[in-house]
T-cell receptor, first 113, second 114 residues
């Protein structure tokens, strides 16, 4: 089963509104990262939050992490049509000498003009 | 800034054929990762290499193999292709900054098996 599960799976809002996406995971992590993917395109790194951090901001993005609940949320404020994409959370698991990312199922976000 | 390069960007193969995907990491990055993303699915970790040695292995079929070369580029070799292998294959590279590895993804290779 997937380490990360995202909720909702699809979200449709009006331009200018805020969008909140949630992610849950099962085992301990080094950090949690959020990625954006336009349809069929590459993954763009948005933000990384370490396991000892609770909140992080980057422009219109706000990420929170609750390690006690093993959950994270991504908030996009003042959404724009260009924010339409799929958003994935990915948890960092450190192996010997390197890490792998375990991705959640993603939230498909649609911003209606 | 230089990004991760993948080639080819698109590949069409028939069942039972072989395919080789190439990845050129960002200069000075020491770790390469391969992920597979099926249609409508999340990316799945396949395998990673650190300093040319395999460092982690995920759900990679036995029909697939990969290696990292002395110039740090990596190749994913896929044999006896099946229809279910049709997917986007991403390569990522990373370098340790502080205490974290931030993975940078390439644009992906879209493999279609017919």
């Amino acid at each position: 089963s997937q380490q990360g599960e995202e909720d909702p799976q699809a979200l449709s809002i009006q331009e200018g509104e805020n969008a909140t996406m949630n992610c849950s995971y099962k085992t301990s992590i080094n950090n949690l990262q959020w990625y954006r993917q336009n349809s069929g395109r590459g993954l763009v790194h948005l933000i990384l939050i370490r396991s000892n951090e609770r909140e992080k901001h980057s422009g219109r993005l706000r990420v929170t992490l609750d390690t006690s609940k093993k959950s994270s949320s991504l908030l996009i404020t003042a959404s724009r049509a260009a924010d339409t994409a799929s958003y994935f959370c990915a948890t960092d698991h450190r192996g010997e000498g390197a890490q792998k990312l375990v991705f959640g199922q993603g939230t498909r976000l649609t911003i209606n003009p | 800034a230089a990004g991760v390069i993948q080639s080819p960007r698109h590949l069409i193969k028939e069942k039972r054929e072989t395919a080789t995907l190439k990845c050129y990491p960002i200069p000075r990055h020491d770790t390469v990762y391969w992920y597979q993303q099926g249609p409508g699915q999340d990316p799945q970790f396949l395998i990673s290499f650190y300093e040319k040695m395999q460092s982690d292995k995920g759900s990679i079929p036995d029909r697939f193999s990969a290696q990292q070369f002395s110039d740090y580029h990596s190749e994913l070799n896929m044999s006896s292709l099946e229809l279910g292998d049709s997917a986007l294959y991403f390569c990522a590279s990373s370098i340790l900054t502080g205490t974290d590895y931030e993975q940078y993804f390439g644009p992906g290779t879209r493999l279609t098996v017919t």
